[in-house]
Nanobody, 123 residues
């Protein structure tokens, strides 16, 4: 599978952006999908995921506390896409955002990465 991201850019504090990630491969609907971000000089951190639990039935979403209630992850399996809607953006959201896939459904082992997409929230 390959992941291609789009939708980054510059946005004023308080604004919104939506990141998109489109996947190749015929089994996208089985993949857990996630978003990480990496700020300059810092480690890459998990911020959101959409994955299944147990016997791979039903999707659940997960968020890092710092983005919960502001960011929303969603997926469209027909389009083989996952989205990250980011609202009320803050200076500290400035980072390179990476889409990632786990070919299992659980999201415990993300192994495929997009190229990264820069989001800038100027002070």
């Amino acid at each position: 599978v390959q992941l291609v991201e789009s939708g980054g850019g510059w946005v004023q504090a308080g604004g919104s952006l939506r990141l998109s990630c489109t996947a190749s491969g015929s089994t996208f609907s089985n993949y857990a999908m996630g978003w990480y971000r990496q700020a300059p000089g810092k480690e890459r951190k998990y911020i959101a995921g959409i994955a299944r639990s147990g016997a791979c039935s039903g999707w659940s979403t997960y968020y890092r506390d710092s983005v919960k209630d502001r960011f929303n992850i969603s997926r469209d399996d027909d389009k083989k896409a996952v989205y990250l809607q980011m609202n009320d953006l803050k200076l500290e959201d400035t980072a390179t955002y990476y889409c990632t896939a786990d070919p299992s459904c659980h999201g415990a082992s993300y192994s495929v990465w997009g190229q990264g997409n820069q989001v800038n929230v100027p002070s």
